[in-house]
Each structure stands twice: as C-alpha cells, then as structure tokens.
C-alpha cells in the first residue's frame, strides 16, 4: 500500500539555524511529490511540488526539497529559518498519473526558538 | 478572489446530533475534496467530487455524506454526530495541471472546520 513516513513528530531548531525535515514514501513507481505548511489555526499551503525532471525543487518562503529515487526521499532544507517558519509541515504523495488522490504523512511540527 | 470558504469555523454538537458542512470554491475547479485531520494522522480522504454531479468515496467515508451541489458548493454531512468524528474538516479543491508525466489536480485548501462531539 502507498504510504508516506515522517520520521520526525517534534524538531526544534533555533532562528537562523538550518532545517532539514525527512519524507520518505512508499510506492512501486515514482510519484507525484508535494510539501505543504499549516500555519496554527490555518488551511494547508502548498510549499513545492515535484512532478518529474530536476530533483532539486524551489518552493516558496526560500524552501526547496529534493528527490533522491535510491532511498525513495523528499526533505525538506531551507538554509537560515525565521520565527515564522514555525508550523506543522506536512509531505503528501500521489501516485504517478493520481488523479485525485493525495496521501499525506502524519506531519512534523517545527517550533523556532529566538 | 476568496479561494476555498468554508463554514462554520468551529462547531460543538452532542452525540447523535446531525450538522452539514459547507464549502464553496470560486476559482471554477471541478473536482473539491473533504479530508479530517487527527493529530498524529496528518489529513485523510473523506469524499471527493471529481466533477459536478458525481461524488465518490475516500478512505474513511463511514458516518458521512456528501452533496456536490453545482459547481462551486460542495457540502459533508453527519447524520448522527459520534465523538470518534471529532476532527479539524478541511475541504480542498483542484485545477488540472499538464505535467509531462500526465495530468494532474493541484489542490487548494479552505481554512476548516473544527468540531467537536460530545
């Protein structure tokens, strides 16, 4: 069954640290790939996505993630974080050609610290 | 454009009690979505609406119903409120984007709900 693991509930990192957060997926062919973010109180905010091509992807907020297909991965990294990069971030996969299924992993929530 | 709206933001019923849901959309997608997000769980698939005038079940659609009603509204409905769908209600919805990999719905998320059962 498709499925999608972060590893990490909790991380906390402190302001202008950097960041990595892990996804690894489960799933015969390579999927669709997208991160979101959920601000407290907020709806889900789609961050990047990777579809095919380059494995290195830029997103928005200075956030990029990469594939690696041999460990069937996409962390998350932004280089420098700012307080308001705290939120819960989420992975989600689709199945290649998944029209209208997202699979979400549990989420990792990221507390800043000044 | 407002995006994804969805209503009430919060919500208390009690056992047994029915309630309905609304989401409305005004990008003129045609597919919309309802998740429940439980801590621990990240978001799961209630229903989805692929287009106006069809509906169909996601992973967990036990004690809910939908209603695509035209094309912007799409609404989930419990006929008889249980704690165990205590949850944060978010509806979504999509526009195809053409990848070289195929076609694809990029989803779009409306603030949710919050509900509580008692």
């Known amino acids: 069954a498709q499925s999608v693991t972060q590893p990490d509930i909790h991380i906390t990192v402190s302001e202008g640290a950097s960041l990595e957060l892990r996804c690894n997926y489960s799933?015969?062919?390579?999927?669709?790939l997208f991160w979101y973010v959920q601000s407290p109180g907020q709806g889900l905010q789609l961050l990047l996505k990777?579809?095919?091509?380059?494995?290195l992807v830029q997103g928005i907020k200075g956030f990029e993630a990469e594939f690696k297909r041999s460990q069937s991965s996409f962390n998350l990294r932004k280089p420098s974080v700012h307080w308001s990069d705290a939120a819960e971030y989420f992975c989600?996969?689709?199945?290649?050609?998944?029209?209208?299924?997202?699979?979400f992993g549990a989420g990792t929530r990221l507390a800043v610290h000044p | 454009n407002a995006g994804v709206t969805q209503t009430p933001k919060f919500q208390v019923l009690k056992t047994g009690q029915s309630m309905t849901l609304q989401c409305a959309q005004d990008?003129?997608?045609?597919?919309m979505y309802w998740y429940r997000q439980d801590p621990g769980m990240g978001l799961r698939l209630i229903y989805y609406?692929?287009?106006?005038?069809?509906?169909d079940k996601g992973e967990v659609p036990n004690g809910y119903n939908v209603s695509r009603l035209n094309k912007r509204e799409f609404s989930l409905r419990l006929e008889s409120a249980a704690p165990s769908q205590t949850s944060v209600y978010f509806c979504?919805?999509?526009?195809?984007?053409?990848?070289?990999?195929?076609?694809?719905?990029?989803?779009?998320f409306g603030p949710g709900t919050r509900l509580t059962v008692l």
């Open positions: 799933y015969g062919a390579t999927p669709y």
């Open positions: 609406s692929a287009s106006e005038g069809t509906t």
């Open positions: 990008m003129n997608h045609n597919s």
């Open positions: 989600a996969v689709a199945p290649g050609g998944g029209y209208n299924k997202l699979i």
């Open positions: 979504a919805s999509s526009e195809v984007l053409r990848t070289s990999g195929g076609p694809y719905n990029e989803q779009f």
């Open positions: 990777y579809f095919s091509g380059d494995t």
